[in-house]
């Protein structure tokens, strides 16, 4: 009988210069301006606005060329194909924290009903739109591949790049100023590759857009 294979699980790295200060800025602005489009979040850690809800070309074209960048990271670093799973901007609330937990799951795949048991959203990668606030760092509690933790300080313009399906990480509470982010979820299953189009329903997510396209 052969044994289950143990995943290779890698150290975070951090992917510099992934967006240039003048196009953060006009993310943020444009975030400001859309915020009708939130979709996801809550009022414990941060609000949303999903990539396959923006109708906007320059920020959909400003968001592929970062996730056509970490999908050539993730290449180099452990030879595997991945696709983008969802991809949200974030505004995180002042006083918004999140427990450490992994991203085995989205709440959307325990929605529609969709859970696989071989999960395959394997690396997430948070892009730092500011820096410009206290508290609010992603850590790392101590675990097998951080035996004594571990605290990223944040770099605008620059992604932390880790295996969220492995490795516990947590987002320590904002004291000052919002936290603004870009979320990507990349999967090994080609299946569960994020719709490619505008979706104008906000009601609609990845995983039911896929539904009511079928």
């Not at 004291?175 to 490619?196: I, K, L, S």
């Amino acid at each position: 009988m052969s044994e289950n294979k143990q995943p290779n699980v890698y150290q975070h790295t951090m992917v510099e210069n992934l967006l240039s200060e003048e196009r953060r800025k006009g993310l943020i602005q444009w975030y400001q301006q859309h915020r009708h489009l939130e979709s996801v979040g809550s009022e414990k850690d941060y609000v949303g606005i999903r990539y396959i809800h923006i109708d906007n070309r320059a920020i959909r074209e400003d968001i592929q060329r970062m996730y056509f960048t970490l999908i050539g990271e993730i290449r180099k670093i452990s030879d595997q194909v991945v696709w983008p799973e969802m991809i949200s901007i974030a505004r995180w609330h002042l006083g918004g924290i999140q427990a450490p937990h992994l991203d085995t799951y989205s709440n959307d795949e325990f929605r529609e009903n969709n859970v696989d048991e071989n999960p395959s959203r394997e690396w997430t990668c948070i892009l730092y739109l500011n820096d410009d606030y206290s508290g609010g760092e992603t850590y790392f509690p101590p675990c097998e591949q951080y035996p004594f933790g571990g605290q990223i300080e944040p770099k605008a313009g620059s992604g932390l790049l880790f295996q969220g399906i492995y490795i516990p990480h947590g987002v320590f509470k904002i004291r000052r100023n919002y936290r603004y982010t870009v979320a990507f979820w990349f999967t090994t299953n080609q299946e569960r590759m994020m719709p490619d189009g505008v979706v104008k329903n906000l009601e609609l997510n990845e995983i039911s857009t896929k539904i009511a396209d079928a």
